[in-house]
């Protein structure tokens, strides 16, 4: 077991925004005072870390890398200096760790060895791209990313829209970004006219643009520019929440 060491859930900026705008000052302050981090990418959390400020230089810091699979004893292994009674943090490469990023295992580890885990506070994609949708916020699914094969992603579309439908919920999903195009064009031409679809791109950022409408009036818009942008889709099929819309 610990002694009495905490793990701290990091939240990063999600692309090049202002760390006083996106990270509260009570986080900044506590990352201030870490000089441990198990990280998604050393490079991304480096960046972070020079914005939010800590008490060391940088290159004091020490700074591990979470495997791409990341078993057990992988975990148990990165945790060891909280094991030890020191404080840690856990950082992504973007948003909250854990949710739609790799970590949970690390967390989830944290737990079994008696670490105490502390979330802080910070911007999630997925929650403030719900949040500005305007869609069903009481019931919602996030499916991370869907098939890239095109018949295997119309096939997906469609079984999301028939699932919002049946129990009144948002679907949320996410693309990588050079294919955000290519999602959007299939989601017009797929969805019922009446859904709902949502796009919302660069939250956080200056150049952020969140748009809802219906699927056929997509069709009859430009659409935007959504290439190599960090984007979040959400959709409502016609059905309670979306006729009080």
């Not at 004091?60 to 020191?86: C, H, M, N, T, V």
């Not at 909250?96 to 910070?122: E, F, M, Q, T």
């Not at 579309?157 to 129990?167: K, Q």
Request: charged share 20%; net charge neutral.
């Amino acid at each position: 077991m610990s002694a009495h060491s905490t793990l701290y859930l990091v939240p990063n900026l999600l692309g090049a925004g202002d760390a006083e705008l996106a990270i509260p000052p009570a986080v900044r302050h506590i990352v201030h005072g870490l000089d441990y981090f198990i990280v998604e990418t050393p490079k991304a959390a480096r960046a972070f870390l020079k914005l939010s400020g800590t008490a060391k230089p940088l290159q004091e810091l020490r700074i591990e890398a979470i495997p791409e699979k990341p078993d057990e004893a992988a975990a148990r292994q990165l945790l060891s200096p909280l094991l030890g009674g020191s404080n840690g943090g856990l950082i992504s490469d973007a948003g909250v760790p854990a949710v739609a990023d790799p970590g949970a295992v690390i967390v989830r580890a944290a737990h079994a060895a008696g670490i105490k885990v502390a979330p802080l506070v910070g911007p999630s994609s997925i929650l403030l791209a719900l949040m500005a949708s305007g869609l069903q916020g009481q019931r919602f699914t996030f499916h991370g990313y869907l098939p890239v094969d095109e018949k295997e992603l119309v096939n997906a579309i469609r079984r999301l829209e028939e699932e919002s439908a049946r129990h009144d919920q948002t679907q949320i999903f996410i693309e990588t970004p050079y294919r955000n195009e290519r999602m959007l064009k299939l989601l017009c031409a797929n969805l019922k006219p009446s859904t709902l679809l949502c796009a919302a791109a660069d939250l956080t950022l200056p150049t952020e643009k969140i748009a809802t409408r219906s699927a056929a009036d997509w069709r009859g818009s430009p659409a935007p520019a959504l290439k190599d942008r960090p984007c979040v889709f959400l959709l409502l099929a016609a059905g309670k929440s979306a006729q009080r819309n």
